[in-house]
């Protein structure tokens, strides 16, 4: 039986959670952002799930026999004892008896689950894979999140995705499992019938059920590198893998061999290092990809407060695995002039009607840069093709905007989509505007005029949603400069020492003569409609709260907030003085 009193109820979308008011189990705020967006995802990926499904169902009905009924519920014949709802839950998530209730109770039997399985899944058509192999019928995707904690995630999928089938809650940590099974019979029939939590290992976990879930959520405290090998195992072809990093100053380039080792790349530290840590992190997930003759397809990559989330389908293909060496590249950066150079680890020829794999060319730059004579550092390899795919961003936008009120974080996220939908899909990293005025000491031109300069020079460019001063362009870097070197013409700059990179590159006439009239295109789409895309944080110390079952103290302020910190200690000192008391009146008592 647990007690409500020593509870408090935690409301976010449609699902509400029980918090030990001591904390004892882990909920952070700050991740609503990453729920809703991850929610929006979903939302899109059963849309894009059925429609493909309903296009390629008429060309492969004839070839596809009809599935039985033994092999269309075997995937759901496991010992799963905690999904059906209890009698005294009502639909819409209120549980009866006072205050007083058997939320640690089992919500049913294993026979029960095998049935409510049977059911879930028995809806749909008979289709076949694009190889011509039989596929059973198009079921509700069935969900796993490996790292569930409380569980909010997955009663969130339940309740608010339309659609959704059976989602799996995976966590090592029993206290973690058993509030998950609290909140599950928590919020109502719905949860209990759709939503069950196991204590194992997550690795073990996925690796033991290859191919069994439409999509994998990997939210882990940190770096989800020691995950991904299962996880790509666990997809289904055509299914989606949602994974969180958290690790950033590892992946920005704070620790370089750290990285090296968890992710098999190496981090630059220039100003497109939160972007470089996307390219990192997919290029991870590629490479645990194709130790199994699979590869992905990212639909969304985000950097959002201080983590990194991408969103990529997996599919299966032995043939569609060798473009890989395509769309990975080394970086060369100047440490100079912060110049960065792309080199393509492969490439293809066409020869005789078949292609050819062959090693990139190179070097791609010299031993010092033709800019300013100082020596490159080299990166990566990071994944140089496209992150995000448009079409979705701009379905998951209008998505998000129709169901307005279902999003808690709405501005946030509409926001970051907003961003996303006009980034240049096809330019790796950015400039910073900025970083180039730095490395000249000369004044700033407004984004407006220099992005004027760049499209009447014939190049397109645009912002990224990683950093409000960044700037995506396929102009080259001799472009760039020269576009500098007219500028500073015309707004000059003090005389700097000879051996500065500033005065190297400006010590060049310019090739090319920059017109900085206004361009009718300098603003982007929500620029022009004044439509916010960088919003502040919604409240002071807003970010990665401590670790679950990590003792709090006066060194986490900066985390927490001073106020939170002296609620916490100030209640472990009652809590103290009340231990001690009681052991001096036993002590009385025997004495």
Request: hydrophobic share 35%.
């Amino acid at each position: 039986m647990a007690d409500l009193s020593e509870f408090k109820i935690v409301k976010e979308g449609e699902a509400e959670i029980l918090m030990h008011k001591q904390n004892e189990v882990f909920y952070n705020k700050a991740q609503v952002n990453n729920r809703d967006m991850s929610i929006a995802v979903l939302r899109t990926f059963i849309s894009k799930r059925k429609e493909e499904h309903e296009a390629n169902s008429p060309k492969k009905a004839k070839r596809a026999p009809k599935v039985s009924e033994s092999d269309a519920s075997e995937p759901a014949k496991e010992d799963v004892p905690h999904a059906s709802p209890p009698e005294d839950c009502r639909d819409n998530g209120e549980c009866e008896d006072g205050n007083r209730m058997a939320l640690d109770e089992p919500c049913n039997t294993a026979e029960e689950q095998v049935k409510s399985s049977e059911e879930c899944n028995g809806a749909g058509e008979s289709m076949s894979n694009a190889d011509g192999k039989v596929q059973r019928e198009l079921k509700p995707p069935r969900v796993l999140e490996a790292l569930s904690a409380s569980g909010l995630r997955a009663l969130r999928y339940a309740r608010e995705v339309e659609g959704i089938g059976q989602v799996v809650a995976l966590d090592n940590d029993q206290a973690s499992v058993d509030a998950c099974r609290r909140n599950i019979k928590f919020n109502g029939s719905v949860a209990c019938s759709k939503v069950e939590s196991h204590l194992a290992d997550a690795r073990v976990y996925m690796l033991t059920h290859p191919k069994e879930f439409d999509v994998v959520d990997l939210d882990p405290y940190g770096s989800p590198s020691v995950f991904l090998d299962s996880a790509v195992q666990s997809v289904a072809d055509g299914g989606m893998l949602m994974c969180t990093a958290t690790d950033m100053a590892v992946l920005c380039g704070g620790n370089g061999e750290v990285c090296y080792s968890k992710y098999g790349s190496y981090p630059l530290r220039g100003k497109y290092c939160h972007e470089m840590a996307l390219r990192i992190l997919l290029a991870s997930i590629e490479s645990h990809a194709n130790r199994y003759k699979r590869y992905i397809v990212p639909v969304l990559s985000v950097q959002i407060d201080f983590y990194v989330r991408v969103f990529v389908r997996i599919y299966t293909s032995a043939s569609a695995m060798k473009n890989t060496p395509l769309k990975l590249s080394y970086v060369y950066q100047c440490t100079g002039c912060d110049s960065f150079h792309l080199q393509p680890i492969g490439r293809t020829i066409a020869k005789n009607n078949s292609v050819r794999y062959l090693p990139g060319y190179g070097p791609v730059v010299p031993q010092e840069c033709t800019y300013c004579g100082k020596k490159f550092n080299m990166g990566g390899p990071i994944w140089s093709a496209p992150i995000h795919d448009q079409e979705w961003v701009t379905s998951m936008l209008a998505d998000v905007k129709s169901m307005k009120s279902s999003y808690p974080a709405y501005d946030r996220i509409s926001a970051l989509l907003t961003t996303i939908s006009e980034e240049l899909p096809d330019v790796p990293l950015f400039l910073s505007l900025h970083n180039l005025c730095a490395t000249l000491k000369c004044t700033s031109p407004s984004a407006v005029i220099f992005r004027s300069a760049v499209i009447n020079a014939g190049y397109r460019i645009s912002g990224t949603h990683v950093n409000p001063l960044g700037l995506k362009s396929d102009a080259p870097m001799d472009v760039i400069w020269d576009i500098m070197r007219c500028w500073v013409k015309n707004h000059p700059v003090k005389a700097q020492p000879a051996d500065q990179a500033g005065t190297v590159i400006l010590a060049k006439e310019p090739v090319l003569q920059a017109n900085f009239a206004r361009a009718v295109a300098s603003l982007s789409k929500a620029q022009a409609k004044k439509v916010a895309r960088f919003l502040p944080n919604p409240e002071k110390h807003w970010g990665p709260k401590v670790r679950a079952g990590r003792q709090i103290t006066s060194k986490h302020v900066s985390l927490l907030g001073e106020a939170a910190i002296n609620g916490v200690l100030n209640q472990e000192d009652n809590e103290e003085s009340k231990t001690k008391k009681q052991k001096v009146e036993e002590n009385n008592i025997t004495t």
